[in-house]
């Protein structure tokens, strides 16, 4: 079984971005920065999370690219201030992976582990088993299992999914959460 404080600057964090790290837009996509919004705390929780971590990563589906709703400069609009916001309180992303695609099959949309398999290429220091993938819904569950991650949950937004289940390992109610737990089994 899986514990927290198996976690050394050995192990990477892979992040979901919306519903983890801002609130999610229903049924639509944040397309720029005024219509996003981190939920409290999260900037300083990944600040957090750096110094337990060797690799904080973000790997999100980005679809309204695919549907022209949005280009990938107004993406780039979005992570900009978002990263910025996230170094001003000490914090610190390594990379952002997205997938534009539209099709469900996609080789690198989520939950298929094409965006993982980036992020080992670009850090080959990466070991996917040693790496947990958190999200908010069950294709990010299942992109973490593919890619051989552990998994964690949160219930931002789906708070009624089942749990336990087999594609989750741990189950939080927000990121902050999470940090806590980490630097909580740290000690």
Request: charged share 20%; aromatic share 10%; with cysteine.
């Amino acid at each position: 079984m899986f514990s927290l404080n198996q976690i050394d600057t050995s192990w990477t964090l892979f992040l979901d971005r919306d519903g983890v790290l801002n609130y999610e837009k229903k049924e639509d996509y944040i397309r720029n920065w005024g219509e996003f919004h981190f939920y409290q705390g999260v900037p300083a929780a990944i600040a957090s999370l750096n110094p337990l971590f060797g690799r904080i990563v973000i790997a999100t589906n980005q679809k309204g690219i695919g549907k022209k709703l949005m280009t990938a400069e107004d993406l780039q609009n979005i992570h900009a201030p978002m990263l910025q916001a996230i170094t001003n309180v000490g914090g610190k992303i390594d990379q952002i992976y997205y997938c534009p695609d539209l099709a469900d099959d996609s080789p690198n949309r989520k939950p298929q582990p094409g965006m993982a398999f980036m992020a080992k290429a670009d850090f080959p220091e990466i070991d996917l088993a040693k790496s947990i993938m958190v999200g908010n819904r069950m294709s990010d569950m299942k992109f973490g299992r593919n890619a051989g991650m552990h998994t964690v949950f949160l219930a931002t937004t789906h708070p009624d999914a089942p749990f336990p289940d087999p594609f989750i390992d741990l189950r939080f109610n927000h990121l902050v959460d999470f940090a806590a737990a980490c630097n909580h089994a740290k000690k």
